[in-house]
């Protein structure tokens, strides 16, 4: 028989023991995760973007050879450097968690199935895709329909 389980006494400070090592591992892993951020910069350096554990972009340092790039070229470069670091997170918060709970723990695959799911490996860059203009080539706003011609009215 277990002794804690005879004395009521035992078993609640047993529990309460318990207790406060679960919150001061929380508290832990707060302060830890709250200190996760990934940089990622872009193939040519122009473009830099950190962004915290929530994936949220808290940092873009863009260089003068980013300001002379075409705006589709710009945010596109933005934008991958910015998917690129959140991918990462899910790595950088297991190897900070790993002291904490365990790598093999099922809180941590709790948490890295959260972030894989949340932030996805970017597809790969294909140097070959041109941006496509995103505006008409002409001043035709229509796609070529002739509105005036339409037997449907206005």
Do not use: C
Request: charged share 25%; aromatic share 4%; proline share 8%.
């Amino acid at each position: 028989m277990n002794p804690a389980a005879a004395d009521p006494d035992a078993m609640m400070r047993q529990w309460n023991e318990q207790i406060q090592a679960k919150l001061k591992q929380a508290d832990e892993m707060k302060q830890v995760a709250n200190a996760v951020s990934v940089t990622q910069r872009s193939s040519d350096g122009s473009v830099s973007v950190t962004v915290d554990q929530n994936g949220i972009v808290s940092v873009l340092d863009l260089t003068d050879a980013a300001l002379r790039k075409q705006p589709a070229q710009l945010s596109a470069e933005i934008l991958g450097a910015m998917r690129t670091a959140q991918a990462q997170i899910a790595a950088r918060m297991q190897e900070v968690m790993a002291p904490i709970i365990g790598e093999d723990s099922a809180t941590m695959d709790a948490l890295m199935g959260g972030y894989h799911e949340r932030f996805p490996e970017p597809p790969p860059e294909d140097p070959a895709a041109q941006p496509r203009p995103t505006g008409p080539s002409d001043d035709d706003d229509f796609g070529g329909h002739n509105f005036a011609r339409d037997n449907k009215g206005w």
